[in-house]
């Protein structure tokens, strides 16, 4: 039977760190959240050996043991014994060869704790192309530590580094007993002081007791006492944390003086910086980044509508073969226009999601995600925000949830509240479909210049208004919320890389997978849902118009398939659903929606993606014969109003564009919106102004094109 070791994977930002966890674990991974915190907590398990098994936690990236982040105080509170679920029985060091100074205060710092160490060394290939030679038997030497060179992204070192860790597991007594810094000589007395408190702890972390104990979990006395030894031996925490450091660099600097030999930094430019020269121009920089963006959306409009329609005809041609084969009755009816309507609703849209967040997941492997936020720095600080707000908008894109919990990583408090507040109107996947589907009805399949999709750039075009009235509405909250708090933005541009094509792959599988399962579990109980609101509605009103058509079709039996028609939208405006429409149509009509939206825009409050589940639901209860394997986009083009005008004209289609730009309708988002601000204010403020803003624009569109 195999044991099961626990090891924390942990390193500076930008060293390779995820990419290691990814070919350790491969898809044995799990993503969940570290306790009292809205940190992910990254786990996977790994085989290393035929008699040891390893759970891998992949810690946070932070640069020392010094946090100043929400999530570097995951790392730090884990690599002090402070977590009560995580209690790691080595630490597995990422460490980045081709910056290695940096790297080592980390590493020196971290082996200072005293828990078995292995040093991970990435990025060897870019340290030789820079002219960095390391001597790794000599590194091992000075620093008393197993270290292995790997490239996980080529697979290479991986088997030597499991090796590694099954050694290191077998011969725990091996922790080097040296020392990388004097901590008797920082505070002695003190040191000794807290030893004999607490008995187990090692030098370096009495140390880390004595300068960070209030953030710890103590009993009470013990803190009490913890402050009573810093005043007796007149203890100063920042003027310790800084001869520390000097310590460090100093035993740094004869390191790499006799294990390192490095090349003139002034002797060669490298690929990247020349690269940058270009991608960050003041002038073409933007313009490129217009560019990438507008291939992007190209994309995945164009190169995802062969799936999509093969998909669209796929289902309908399965509707309608069950519809043949089926009895007649409500059974039936329920699975083909509930249950195969939704599978409909939701498998059409998997195609662009994975297109989109492939090209997405290129982006971030090439190294030119960081250089968006670089480039938009400038424009970000304008309105209130950072270059740091970036990446939670972007993030934004694929999803809000996420993309709010990562805005952690902005220090400056009203920053991070101001890109919380606006992140929610970059189109999130949810409204992928949402917009697909309306773009199909209303906008002209035409071609420009024989390449550039029109529906392509309308696509576009929403992405950039939402992206556009996010940042109008941060500069006025801007004026608004007061802070004295200083701003700084820090950016480590990591060097480009080809990208991974098995992890493009990996992710693009993965996301379709979430899509179906999570939002497909939400979209298809809402179909069924509201397949029973649309099929059933009062008694006495449903039982009335029954016998009323029964007796107009006996009356006129040559006018039976227009009674028909007729009698299954008289049905559906008396069932439940209809009710619930028209109570709603009042306030909608003057955007240009019928009941049937209005019954879309309530449904999609749990998932935006859910109004095209709800469409597919509505146009296919009672529906006739001739039309039962017609696409949903073919009913909706089909839709017309009482007075025989057509519904989803230029005027509807692009007000409701643009609802579902501005809109917040996710429960979802709200919620995390409340535990990442602590209280219902800021979500109530949140929700009030996107649906102001959603109803207002929505409005004027309306009216200018109808």
Not at 130 to 136: A, H, N, R, S, Y
Not at 237 to 265: L, N
Not at 286 to 295: A, N
Request: net charge neutral.
């Amino acid at each position: 039977m195999s044991k099961t070791i626990h090891i924390a994977l942990v390193g500076n930002p930008n060293s390779g760190k995820s990419s290691l966890f990814n070919a350790l674990t491969g898809l044995n991974q799990k993503v969940g959240n570290f306790p009292g915190v809205t940190v992910d907590k990254k786990t996977g398990m790994a085989q290393v050996s035929e008699n040891l098994r390893a759970e891998f936690i992949d810690l946070p990236g932070t640069y020392s043991l010094y946090p100043k982040r929400a999530d570097e105080w995951v790392s730090y509170k884990v690599l002090l014994n402070q977590d009560e679920s995580i209690r790691p029985d080595m630490i597995l060091l990422v460490a980045d060869a081709s910056n290695l100074r940096r790297n080592l205060l980390f590493c020196t710092q971290i082996i200072d704790l005293k828990i078995p160490v292995v040093i991970a060394f990435t990025m060897m290939d870019l340290a030789k192309s820079k002219g960095t030679q390391v001597d790794i038997p000599g590194l091992e030497r000075e620093l008393g530590v197993p270290i292995v060179a790997v490239n996980p992204r080529k697979n290479k070192g991986i088997q030597a580094l499991k090796k590694t860790i099954e050694q290191t597991a077998a011969n725990q007594q091996l922790v080097p007993p040296r020392d990388f810094i004097d901590v008797q000589a920082l505070a002695g007395p003190a040191i000794q002081d807290i030893r004999d408190e607490v008995p187990s702890l090692q030098p370096y972390p009495a140390l880390h007791y004595l300068i960070h104990h209030e953030e710890f979990s103590l009993a009470h006395g013990l803190q009490e006492r913890i402050e009573e030894i810093e005043k007796r031996n007149q203890f100063n925490p920042t003027r310790t944390q800084a001869e520390e450091i000097m310590q460090r660099y100093a035993r740094i600097r004869h390191i790499m003086q006799q294990t390192v030999v490095e090349s003139d930094p002034l002797k060669k430019s490298l690929f990247t910086e020349k690269l940058d020269n270009i991608l960050l121009h003041r002038k073409w920089g933007y313009l490129i980044l217009i560019s990438v963006l507008f291939l992007l959306f190209q994309s995945v409009f164009w190169i995802a509508s062969y799936p999509m329609d093969g998909i669209e005809w796929l289902f309908g041609e399965i509707g309608a073969w069950f519809e043949k084969v089926l009895p007649a009755g409500w059974f039936s009816d329920l699975f083909v226009n509930g249950f195969i309507a939704g599978l409909s609703g939701i498998f059409v849209f998997v195609p662009q999601i994975m297109i989109l967040f492939g090209l997405i997941t290129l982006l971030e492997d090439t190294g030119y995600m960081a250089r968006i936020s670089f480039l938009t720095d400038k424009l970000m600080r304008k309105v209130g925000l950072n270059g740091k707000s970036v990446m939670p908008m972007i993030s934004g894109f694929a999803c809000a949830v996420p993309a709010i919990m990562s805005a952690r990583n902005i220090e400056n408090r009203k920053e991070r509240l101001l890109t919380i507040m606006v992140t929610p109107l970059m189109s999130c996947s949810a409204r992928l479909p949402v917009y697909t589907i309306l773009i199909a009805l209303v906008i002209p399949s035409e071609l420009y210049f024989g390449f550039l999709s029109l529906q392509g750039l309308v696509m576009m075009g929403l992405y950039m208004f939402g992206t556009v009235i996010a940042l109008a509405v941060a500069w006025v909250m801007n004026l608004f919320i007061k802070s004295t708090e200083r701003s700084f933005f820090i950016l480590e541009l990591p060097v480009y890389r080809s990208p991974r094509w098995k992890n493009v792959l990996v992710t693009m599988l993965e996301k379709a997978r979430i899509f179906v399962y999570d939002a497909g579990k939400v979209i298809m109980v809402i179909s069924l849902l509201l397949w029973g609101l649309s099929r059933f509605g009062p008694p006495g009103r449903m039982d009335a118009l029954e016998q009323e058509y029964a007796q107009r079709i006996s009356a006129n039996p040559a006018d039976a398939d227009e009674l028909e028609k007729q009698k299954s939208t008289a049905l559906l405006q008396s069932s439940y659903a209809g009710v619930l429409g028209q109570w709603i149509e009042p306030v909608i009509r003057p955007l240009g929606y019928d009941w049937k939206i209005g019954i879309a825009l309530i449904t999609s409050f749990a998932a935006r993606e859910v109004f095209v589940g709800t469409m597919a639901t509505l146009y296919s209860v009672g529906e006739d014969a001739e039309e039962d394997n017609a696409t949903l986009r073919q009913k909706m083009s089909a839709a017309v109003r009482p007075d025989g005008t057509k519904i989803y004209t230029l005027a509807t289609g692009l007000s409701l564009l643009i609802f579902y730009v501005l809109a917040m309708q996710c429960m979802s988002t709200i919620a995390v919106v409340k535990r990442e601000t602590k209280g219902w204010k800021w979500p109530l403020i949140q929700v009030a102004y996107m649906t102001a803003l959603a109803y207002l624009f929505s409005l004027l569109v309306y009216q200018l094109f109808k």
